[in-house]
């Protein structure tokens, strides 16, 4: 038996088993880098939760279209307060480069960095600045049912006083956000109003990114972008909706804000799902911060990126997690363990034709166990526990292992085997992967009872300098 998926939802404080509003279908938003640097690696460890969020679902058999936007434009300095530069404008100024360009470089990068660390592509990654008309449609429509108004100078504002429900994701008192103790010289009807549409600079000072729009020329707010996004490329509703967990007061909140008034089917997004921050020496990685922990650096230092995949799968995904480099090389060294470990099993055994000579029910039991853990409100350390029992567990045979090991790789992209055949190809007793090649197709000529060819086979393999054995689990495989 699998257990069901259940999932910790924000919005209504408890795990929760997951319905989905289509059957077999995931619709899941992922709040994604502000592309004006490198993301640090606390950004990598939201990336890699939402990674093993939609491997859970492909592996219960689910289509997941799943988005990470690009925030190229409207994400200013002091997001708290909605003030300040414009990140990426403040950058290409530093730098002495144009917006356009900074954004090519970190989305590069972005692309890069979670390739290195096997996140799975998402189906759409649309770019803010790609969906100007959509932004403007959806202020437009605020504005119409009299959530809009206009600050002169300033810009577009959200007047959150309009929505009742405005405190419901954060579950903090409405009237002490509203209020606060500072007094508002921004011209903002409440303390929580937040930018729709900012207009460009009348002082003679020129934005690089800017738009026509019916309240004059200028650009869009952080957070409309997300919502209309979202609801371009998933839907009016949708299912799942991520990011860290400093969105939950402000951003995601707006978003909310931004997207009830105008639907029928409340709430908007059914599951919230945030992620703890990875934490530096005292505080949360910030790129504002300049933290320059990056996958690249990881790498210049002879880390392989899984080791930091897997030291953030030995965590529990919404409490925050130390990096420390001592605890890093902890996990270097337990991966490098499990690695060892599926190498020795791989190593000479093996192989497994069309999957027959494994053993069906003792693979289903390893299997749901492991799913089960990571539906259970993504338990990748108890997954990964339950892993370690596999690997010393007498009573299962090679392949049966092997066979779980793949699933493993599936659901938590650790890439245990690709690590455990490239440390047999680099070791002395390695066996290269083409002499492997060889013995798997002999096992395959051999089960469709293509003596002749299995024979062939053999006498390459030989000839290579291997030798070929068979066993009750397939066959061994060695150095003459
Ligand atoms: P940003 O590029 O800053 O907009 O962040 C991209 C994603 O990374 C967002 O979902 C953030 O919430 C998340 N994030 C930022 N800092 C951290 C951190 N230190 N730990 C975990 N996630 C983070
Ligand atoms: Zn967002």
């Given at each position: ?32 880098p502000?592309?004006?640097w490198h993301q640090h690696l606390g950004n990598m460890r939201t990336f890699i939760?939402?990674d ?54 970190y989305?590069?990068s972005f692309v890069s960095d979670i390739a290195d660390l096997n996140v ?158 990875l934490m530096g020496k005292?505080?949360?990685l910030?790129k504002?911060?300049g933290d320059a922990l990056t996958v690249p650096l990881l790498k210049s230092k002879g880390y392989d990126p899984m080791a930091f995949r897997y030291m953030m799968l030995m965590g ?5 997690m130390d990096f420390t480099w001592d605890a890093l090389d902890a996990a270097a060294q337990g991966y490098k363990?499990?690695v ?73 992209g650790l890439q245990?085997?690709d690590r455990?055949?490239k ?58």
């Amino acid at each position: 038996m699998i257990s069901p998926i259940k999932l910790y939802n924000t919005l209504t404080k408890q795990a929760e088993e997951f319905v989905p509003i289509v059957p077999n279908k995931v619709g899941m938003y992922s709040c994604g880098p502000t592309v004006y640097w490198h993301q640090h690696l606390g950004n990598m460890r939201t990336f890699i939760s939402n990674d093993i969020i939609k491997r859970m679902f492909l592996a219960n058999g689910y289509d997941v279209a799943h988005v990470i936007n690009l925030t190229d434009v409207g994400h200013l300095a002091n997001d708290e307060e909605d003030e300040g530069d414009d990140k990426m404008e403040r950058k290409a100024k530093e730098e002495g480069r144009s917006v356009w360009d900074i954004a090519k470089e970190y989305t590069e990068s972005f692309v890069s960095d979670i390739a290195d660390l096997n996140v799975i592509s998402p189906t759409y990654m649309p770019r803010a600045t790609d969906f100007i008309a959509e932004q403007i449609e959806q202020i437009q429509k605020l504005e119409d049912l009299g959530f809009a108004y206009v600050i002169p100078e300033k810009g577009v504002y959200y007047d959150t006083s309009k929505f009742a429900d405005y405190g419901k994701l954060s579950g903090q008192d409405l009237s002490k956000l509203r209020g606060g103790e500072r007094v508002d010289t921004t011209g903002k009807r409440n303390h929580t109003d937040f930018l729709l549409w900012g207009f460009s600079p009348n002082d003679g000072t020129k934005r690089e990114m800017e738009w026509e729009s019916p309240w004059g020329i200028g650009w869009p707010g952080w957070s409309i972008e997300c919502t209309a996004m979202g609801t371009k490329l998933l839907g009016a509703n949708f299912d799942i909706h991520t990011g860290g967990q400093e969105h939950i007061n402000i951003h995601h909140t707006n978003e909310i804000a931004q997207q009830e008034p105008s639907i029928a089917h409340k709430p908007w997004v059914h599951t919230w799902v945030h992620f703890g921050w990875l934490m530096g020496k005292d505080a949360k990685l910030s790129k504002s911060a300049g933290d320059a922990l990056t996958v690249p650096l990881l790498k210049s230092k002879g880390y392989d990126p899984m080791a930091f995949r897997y030291m953030m799968l030995m965590g529990s995904y919404r409490s925050p997690m130390d990096f420390t480099w001592d605890a890093l090389d902890a996990a270097a060294q337990g991966y490098k363990n499990i690695v060892k470990k599926v190498a020795d099993i791989r190593r000479g055994v093996l192989h497994t034709p069309s999957g027959a000579s494994i053993a069906p029910l003792q693979y289903e039991g390893w299997k749901n166990k492991i799913l089960s853990a990571v539906n259970d409100n993504l338990k990748t350390a108890v997954a990964l526990s339950v892993l370690q029992e596999l690997l010393s567990d007498d009573a299962t045979d090679a392949a049966t292992k092997l066979e779980v090991i793949r699933f493993v790789d599936e659901l938590l992209g650790l890439q245990f085997m690709d690590r455990a055949q490239k440390l047999l190809d680099a070791g002395d007793v390695a066996v290269p992967s083409e002499i492997v090649a060889l013995a798997d197709a002999r096992a395959a000529a051999k089960a469709a009872k293509d003596w002749a060819r299995a024979d062939e086979l053999r006498a390459e393999i030989d000839r290579a300098g291997y030798a070929v054995v068979d066993t009750p689990d397939g066959f061994q495989l060695g150095k003459k």
